[in-house]
T-cell receptor, first 112, second 112 residues
Framework: GQNIDQPTEMTATEGAIVQINCTYQTSGFNGLFWYQQHAGEAPTFLSYNVLDGLEEKGRFSSFLSRSKGYSYLLLKELQMKDSASYLCAVSPREAAGNKLTFGGGTRVLVKP | DVKVTQSSRYLVKRTGEKVFLECVQDMDHENMFWYRQDPGLGLRLIYFSYDVKMKEKGDIPEGYSVSREKKERFSLILESASTNQTSMYLC???????????FGPGTRLLVL
C-alpha cells in the first residue's frame, strides 16, 4: 500500500525558515515531488528528487533520503506570499500511467 | 509552458443530472488524470489515462466514468450527480520522466 505523512499545519514568521517533513511508505519508488497550492488554486510544481541529497532552487530546497523514506522542503526567507499548502507526492513504480500518491498537504501560515 | 485548461471554474448542478467536466492539455502529454480534492482528505485520484482510449481506475472511481477519444482531451462524467460529489475537481497531465504532473485551474462543482 501507499502511505505518505506530513504535518497538517505550520506557522512561521516572515523572514524566517520553515522545514516541512514528509515520510513515505510506498510499493516501489520512482521519485518524490513537492507542490505548492494557494487557497482556491491548482497545485504548482516546486521540486523533484529521485537521488539522495539536497536540491536547491532559490529560496526553496528539497531533501531526500531513500533509505529512510524521508524528505523535507525547506523554505528560507519566508514571504507572506509563501502562505499556502505544500503537498508531498511520491511516484511509486507502476506498470503504466505514472501515477502519483499525494500526502494530505501541510498548510503554512506566514505571519508578519 | 504547459497549459492545462478545464471547461468551467464553477459549476452548479442538481442531483441526478449528468455532468461533463472537460480537460484539455496542449503539450502532447500521454498521461492525464482526474482528481477530486476535499478538505481534510487531500487529493484523491478518480481515473487516469495513459493513452488514447485507455483508462484506469484510481482510488475512488465509483460514480464516475471517463472518456479519452483524443490525446489532448480527457473528460470526466458524473452519470447521475449526487450531493456527495460536491468537490473541487482537478485535471492534470504528465509525460515521460520525471512524471511531473501539471494541473489545470480546477472546477468547483456544487451539487444541490
Amino acid at each position: 500500500g501507499q502511505n505518505i505523512d506530513q504535518p497538517t499545519e505550520m506557522t512561521a514568521t516572515e523572514g524566517a525558515i520553515v522545514q516541512i517533513n514528509c515520510t513515505y511508505q510506498t510499493s516501489g519508488f520512482n521519485g518524490l515531488f513537492w507542490y505548492q497550492q494557494h487557497a482556491g488554486e491548482a497545485p504548482t510544481f516546486l521540486s523533484y528528487n529521485v537521488l539522495d541529497g539536497l536540491e536547491e532552487k532559490g529560496r526553496f530546497s528539497s531533501f531526500l533520503s531513500r533509505s529512510k523514506g524521508y524528505s523535507y522542503l525547506l523554505l528560507k526567507e519566508l514571504q507572506m506570499k509563501d502562505s499556502a499548502s505544500y503537498l508531498c507526492a511520491v511516484s511509486p513504480r507502476e506498470a503504466a500511467g505514472n501515477k502519483l500518491t499525494f500526502g494530505g498537504g501541510t498548510r503554512v501560515l506566514v505571519k508578519p | 509552458d504547459v497549459k492545462v485548461t478545464q471547461s468551467s471554474r464553477y459549476l452548479v448542478k442538481r442531483t441526478g443530472e449528468k455532468v461533463f467536466l472537460e480537460c484539455v492539455q496542449d503539450m502532447d502529454h500521454e498521461n492525464m488524470f482526474w482528481y477530486r480534492q476535499d478538505p481534510g482528505l487531500g487529493l484523491r485520484l478518480i481515473y487516469f489515462s495513459y493513452d488514447v482510449k485507455m483508462k484506469e481506475k484510481g482510488d475512488i472511481p465509483e460514480g464516475y466514468s471517463v472518456s479519452r477519444e483524443k490525446k489532448e482531451r480527457f473528460s470526466l462524467i458524473l452519470e447521475s450527480a449526487s450531493t456527495n460529489q460536491t468537490s473541487m475537481y482537478l485535471c492534470a497531465s504528465s509525460s515521460g520522466l520525471p512524471e511531473t504532473q501539471y494541473f489545470g485551474p480546477g472546477t468547483r462543482l456544487l451539487v444541490l
